[in-house]
Structures are given as structure tokens and as C-alpha cells.
T-cell receptor, first 119, second 115 residues
Framework: NAGVTQTPKFRILKIGQSMTLQCAQD?????MYWYRQDPGMGLKLIYY???????DKGEVPNGYNVSRSTTEDFPLRLELAAPSQTSVYFC??????????????????FGPGTRLTVL | DAKTTQPPSMDCAEGRAANLPCNHS???????VYWYRQIHSQGPQYIIH???NNETNEMASLIITEDRKSSTLILPHATLRDTAVYYC????????????????FGQGTILTVHP
């Protein structure tokens, strides 16, 4: 298994440009997440999805959009890039049955991240 | 989810045990303690989790106090590769509905293992 993959690894955008960060997982996980991490800070949840066709906002959704047309893919869209969106973006996934079992196991598998700079 | 408090940084000699504390004094009965770590520039990695009993796996041990208000992650024989930011996270075991398995990351503890 490749696990969680993210592309691109690095990207520089100009203010106002748009782009899509790609995320894919091959573990048949239902739950997928997008986080951002600013320098020296912990991760903050942007959006999440509990299955194909179902998405919802996390803590910091403004300026982003997501879609989930398949179990495997969960792309994150930036429509009008702003300097405040300069960050490292991590995608993660987890296995719904374990999460919902109430046994507490919520191992999230993270991708390697995309480092985005908006100038 | 309950808030956690961790020291911002700790040092450990290679080969010695690293004991990372976490305070979660407002933890409720339905909340688990999770530990993740993040090695420089990589995505976070799950280490271990527990409810009230001590837990051990191939990576670490987790000691939870009887009142569950604090816990300690133990790396029994730290190596240079264990240098990372360690996050203690408390979350509800009822991971369906509005909880959706969310993890709330604080700033963690920067553990530096030196030769």
C-alpha cells in the first residue's frame, strides 16, 4: 500500500491564483481530513469527509473548498490564494469502523504534506 | 474535547528513557488519551492511545494516573531518530456524529535526543 499520497510537494502561488491540492489513499478508509500547519504551531482542521459525497467544515474552512467523489480521493481547492494561506497542508485518513466502534482507536494516517507559499 | 498542557521542550540522552508528561485535568470519563509525533517536515504519526489502563506497544508505553488527570509517554530507549514534536491529544471515544474522529492538535513538546 502507498498509504496517503499528496501532490504537489511544494508550490508557490501568486495572490489571487487558484490551485488544487491532491490527496489519495489506497487503504479503503472512509474518513478523510485536511489540516494546515503554520510555522511553530499545531495542526488545524480545514475540512473533513466521512464518505464519498459527504463533506463538512472543520475549524478553519474559509478560503477553501473540497469534494469527495470517490472513497480514494479528497482534493482541496484554493480559489483566490492569499498570503494567509501560506502553510503546510496535510491530508489524513482513518478507518470508519474503528472510529465508530467506540473502542477509541482513531489512528489517522497522514500524508507527507504540501508546502504552499503565496506571494 | 478536553484541553491538554505539555512542556514546550525536553532533552534526553540517547539510550535513556524519555518521559513526556501531559496534563489533562478536565478530561471526562468518555475521553481517550492519544499520542502522536511529528518528525521534522513529515506528517504526524500515531504512537499509542489509552483510556485508563497503562498501555504498551512496540513504540512506547503510556502511563495514565488513577484520576486520569495526567499521563506520561515513555520512550524506553530513546534514539536520535526519536527527535520530534510529541502531541498529547484527548478526544471523545464516541467518534460518530459531530465528533467525526477529529483530532485537535496543540503545540506539543519538542523532544531533542542528543548523543
Amino acid at each position: 500500500n502507498a498509504g496517503v499520497t499528496q501532490t504537489p510537494k511544494f508550490r508557490i502561488l501568486k495572490i489571487g491564483q487558484s490551485m488544487t491540492l491532491q490527496c489519495a489513499q489506497d487503504m479503503n478508509h472512509n474518513y478523510m481530513y485536511w489540516y494546515r500547519q503554520d510555522p511553530g504551531m499545531g495542526l488545524k482542521l480545514i475540512y473533513y469527509s466521512v464518505g464519498a459525497g459527504i463533506t463538512d467544515k472543520g475549524e478553519v474552512p474559509n478560503g477553501y473548498n473540497v469534494s469527495r467523489s470517490t472513497t480514494e480521493d479528497f482534493p482541496l481547492r484554493l480559489e483566490l490564494a492569499a498570503p494567509s494561506q501560506t502553510s503546510v497542508y496535510f491530508c489524513a485518513s482513518s478507518y470508519a469502523a474503528l472510529v465508530l466502534s467506540g473502542r477509541g482507536r482513531n489512528e489517522q494516517f497522514f500524508g507527507p504534506g504540501t508546502r504552499l507559499t503565496v506571494l | 474535547d478536553a484541553k491538554t498542557t505539555q512542556p514546550p521542550s525536553m532533552d534526553c540522552a540517547e539510550g535513556r528513557a524519555a518521559n513526556l508528561p501531559c496534563n489533562h485535568s478536565t478530561i471526562s470519563g468518555n475521553e481517550y488519551v492519544y499520542w502522536y509525533r511529528q518528525i521534522h517536515s513529515q506528517g504526524p504519526q500515531y504512537i499509542i492511545h489509552g483510556l485508563k489502563n497503562n498501555e504498551t506497544n512496540e513504540m512506547a508505553s503510556l502511563i495514565i494516573t488513577e484520576d486520569r488527570k495526567s499521563s506520561t509517554l515513555i520512550l524506553p530507549h530513546a534514539t536520535l531518530r526519536d527527535t520530534a514534536v510529541y502531541y498529547c491529544i484527548v478526544r471523545d471515544a464516541n467518534a460518530g456524529g459531530t465528533s467525526y474522529g477529529k483530532l485537535t492538535f496543540g503545540q506539543g513538546t519538542i523532544l531533542t535526543v542528543h548523543p
